[in-house]
């Protein structure tokens, strides 16, 4: 026996037992968040479609009043979000990570040829690469667009004197509805990608119930089991 | 008095009309003529009831008063007896436009009013004051030299005699077939009507401005006989059973100036109410309503409080004209004028406007005439016009040359602009007439139409004539090169409320946009106030309004 062998007898981890759970993966304040603010983006998407002249489902008077208040209830609900994400770490979760090409692959081809998907999902590690970065957009690039915008617009009334409240009036109007337009697409996509699990609605269920199927070594299983720290079944 | 005088007035003028062509003497051809003209109109056109009296605070009893017991033998008299008591009164109504007709714009340096301009109706009251000076409060305009400093010239009456007897006729008796043109009419009983007087009410008002143009709201569109008692659907604020306003409880006055002229608009009142009781000085709405109208506990009162310094309340308030039941000429041919049948002068009356009377649209002495009115019944609809405006009329005056091709020529035009602070959109009748102009010149031309000579258009028909001599006796030049041009004044404002105002909105196709910039505001503005797109509104404000 060289020492090498010695080495790499000590080096190679011993084969791990992996156990497959039903983890929470999403607390109850995330599925709280996510739900009401699907409910609301739908609802201001509705009645923002009504304003633009797309329906006349709502009367212009009905359709100001919901858009405006259910504005300001995805704004107290982003604000407590922010807040949430700070405080329990969770902002990690939407940092950039490597390995988007192959996701984008996977989505782009590999989905209809039954490849596995390029990324496992764990208890660290929520989302894959295309996720992060998508959600991290929808959070600061369109979602701040629109609620700008929007507040701007909505106090109108503190800056319609200046000679320039015209001009600037048309273009928080387009970049308003720009960035709602851009908001339309993630949701149809997002709803879609939905889909895209091993049954239709699994993920749906997921986030609705929490619980998911991840894979634990015997060390996290048995962590989990003993401090609960995360509901596991 | 305004509804004693009208159906009269109406029948009378179609007989003028028949009669004009005729030789003095053809009175057999002249009686079935009348007749014809009678039979063809509706049987009694429907007369507004008189509103209630309203309680006076007046401190004084005039049927007590010892000057007003008479004997008048005419109105000069009654004038007399009021200045024995109201001895400022002449000297005020003096500086009145009402008694002057005349104004100078400070701003443009133009030379205004009536006794000056030129319109797209009858033209010119300039010269024909002998049939115009009936709407001027006044006695004895027969001529040129009209005595301006004789207050025993003045009609005290006219606006303040509350028995609706008291009439106007033209000073002078024109065309010689025009001498019945009154007939009928039951003499004034002066001492009754002198005594009578109180402050202005609607009807008072309305003997001219309701009538102007040759016709009940022939003008304005919103400015006639359904007025003088209206229901609160129609005017919220002169509702004879709601608030009953008269015209005066807005268009203040102070010393018999009355505010809310035309030549000097206040298009963005940002002062509001003022201190009580202090504003005297404008006809604003936001005199009255202040510059936030809209609760400001509300959102939506909040966001529509967010359009006033864009947005006059009239755009929104208003969004329909002529909705009384009284139809507007909205076109008018004077090519057309002049036809005869059997050698005399005739009118059509093809028009039945909402209340059910009978409009004509065309008559020998003016030409042909187009109407529009707001009447879902018959789904009729007029919209207003939309256009930045800051306050300031720009004129085409007989002054003024203009290049005729860049037809049409706007008579009454105005100033305004998307990114001018003091400008807001406001709504307009538009009124389109097609009228002769001084083709050598470039000008527009006085037409001699009333008199009791040979020249005057209403008798013989004789455009180049009428021009010549209308031109010729003020003193302007005249190339003898008469063509009809197609001029447009843009700027009759609504300063009325009307309530109910957004249902019509939504549903109406586009009004007429030949020779003016197509202004599709209405349509934007339409969908944005009851059931559209803000962002549609945006567009067309940006591409249509700032061009």
New interface residues.
């Given amino acids: 026996m060289t020492d090498e062998t010695v080495l790499t007898q000590y080096l190679e981890p011993e084969p791990q037992r992996v156990f497959k759970r039903d983890v929470m993966i999403y607390s109850r304040y995330e599925r709280f968040w996510h739900w009401s603010q699907a409910a609301l983006i739908f609802t201001l998407f509705f009645s923002g479609l009504g304003?633009?002249?797309?329906h006349?489902l709502l009367?212009?008077?009905m359709a100001?009043?919901v858009h405006?208040?259910a504005a300001i209830a995805l704004i107290v609900l982003w604000v407590f979000t922010t807040f949430w994400n700070f405080t329990t770490g969770q902002w990690k979760q939407y940092l950039f990570k490597k390995g988007i090409w192959p996701v984008i692959r996977f989505y782009a081809w590999g989905i209809l040829k039954g490849e596995p998907h390029p990324y496992k999902k764990s208890l660290q590690r929520k989302q894959n690469a295309l996720q992060s970065l998508a959600y991290m957009s929808f959070m600061v690039i369109v979602g701040p667009a629109l609620w700008s915008t929007g507040i701007v617009y909505l106090l109108?009334?503190l800056w319609?004197?200046y000679?320039w409240?015209?001009?600037a009036?048309?273009i928080t109007?387009f970049v308003h509805?720009a960035a709602a337009f851009v908001m339309a697409a993630f949701v149809i996509i997002h709803v879609y990608m939905t889909t895209t699990g091993k049954t239709v609605f699994h993920y749906i269920r997921t986030m609705i119930t929490g619980y998911d199927k991840i894979e634990l070594s015997e060390v996290e299983e048995a962590y989990l089991a003993q401090t609960k720290m995360v509901p596991m079944k | 008095m305004l509804f004693n005088l009208l159906p009269r007035a109406s029948i009378a003028i179609a007989a003028m009309v028949s009669l004009l062509a005729f030789p003095p003497g053809t009175t057999s051809i002249l009686a079935g003529e009348l007749q014809g003209e009678q039979g063809e109109a509706p049987p009694q056109p429907v007369k507004p009831e008189h509103p209630p009296a309203r309680s006076t605070n007046s401190t004084a009893d005039h049927s007590k008063f010892d000057a007003l017991k008479g004997p008048f033998a005419n109105g000069s008299e009654v004038t007399k007896a009021c200045l024995t008591c109201h001895n400022e009164a002449g000297h005020q109504f003096m500086k009145s436009i009402h008694w002057t007709l005349e104004y100078k714009n400070q701003k443009t340096g133009q030379t205004l009013g009536k006794h000056n301009l030129v319109n797209n109706f009858c033209t010119n009251a300039r010269g024909n004051e002998g049939m115009c000076a009936m709407c001027h409060a006044s006695y004895n305009w027969t001529s040129a030299n009209f005595d301006f400093k004789n207050q025993q010239n003045i009609d005290c009456l006219v606006c303040h005699e509350q028995t609706g007897t008291y009439y106007k006729v033209p000073p002078t008796r024109g065309n010689a077939a025009c001498s019945i043109m009154f007939e009928g009419l039951q003499p004034i009983d002066w001492m009754k009507v002198a005594q009578s007087v109180g402050r202005p009410e609607r009807a008072n008002c309305g003997t001219c401005h309701f009538n102007g143009g040759g016709g009940d709201g022939v003008k304005h569109g919103d400015l006639d006989s359904s007025l003088i008692n209206p229901p609160r659907e129609l005017d919220v604020h002169m509702a004879s059973k709601g608030l009953n306003f008269a015209c005066s409880q807005c268009h203040l006055s102070k010393q018999h100036i009355i505010t809310g002229s035309r030549y000097d608009i206040n298009a963005k009142d940002t002062e509001g109410t003022g201190k009580p009781g202090l504003r005297r000085d404008v006809a604003t709405c936001e005199s009255c309503h202040g510059g936030a109208p809209h609760p400001k506990t509300e959102?939506?009162g909040?966001?529509l409080?967010?359009h006033i310094?864009?947005v006059a309340c009239q755009t929104c308030h208003i969004p329909a004209l002529a909705r009384g039941g009284v139809a507007t000429i909205v076109d008018w041919d004077w090519r057309e004028a002049g036809k005869v049948k059997d050698g005399a002068g005739f009118s059509e009356e093809n028009y039945v406007q909402g209340n059910g009377e009978h409009r004509h649209t065309y008559r020998s002495i003016k030409g042909s005439f187009t109407y529009g009115e707001t009447w879902p019944a018959k789904g009729r609809t007029l919209l207003p016009y939309y256009a930045w405006f800051d306050g300031q009329m720009r004129y085409t005056t007989i002054d003024n040359k203009f290049d005729p091709a860049k037809q049409p020529i706007p008579i009454n035009a105005f100033s305004g602009s998307?990114?001018d602070?003091k400008s807001r959109i406001w709504p307009f009748k538009r009124m389109h007439t097609v009228q002769p102009y001084d083709k050598g010149n470039n000008t527009l031309v006085y037409m001699h139409l009333w008199g009791e000579d040979k020249d005057a258009y209403w008798g013989n028909y004789d455009f180049g004539r009428a021009i010549e001599v209308g031109m010729k006796e003020n003193g302007k030049p005249y190339s003898s090169n008469t063509a009809s041009s197609k001029p447009i004044p843009i700027g009759r404002r609504r300063t009325w409320l009307l309530r109910k105002s957004r249902r019509s909105l939504a549903a109406n196709a586009m009004p007429r946009t030949d020779g003016w910039r197509p202004l599709r505001v209405s349509t934007c503005l339409g969908?944005?106030?009851?059931?559209?797109?803000?962002?549609?509104a945006?567009c067309c404000l940006?591409a249509h309004l700032r061009a």
């Fill in positions: 304003l633009h002249g797309a006349g009367s212009f008077r100001v009043t405006s208040f109108y009334d319609s004197h000679s409240a015209g001009d009036l048309t109007a509805t | 959102l939506i909040i966001k409080n967010g310094n864009k998307y990114d602070p969908a944005t106030i009851s059931n559209g797109s803000i962002w549609l945006i940006q």
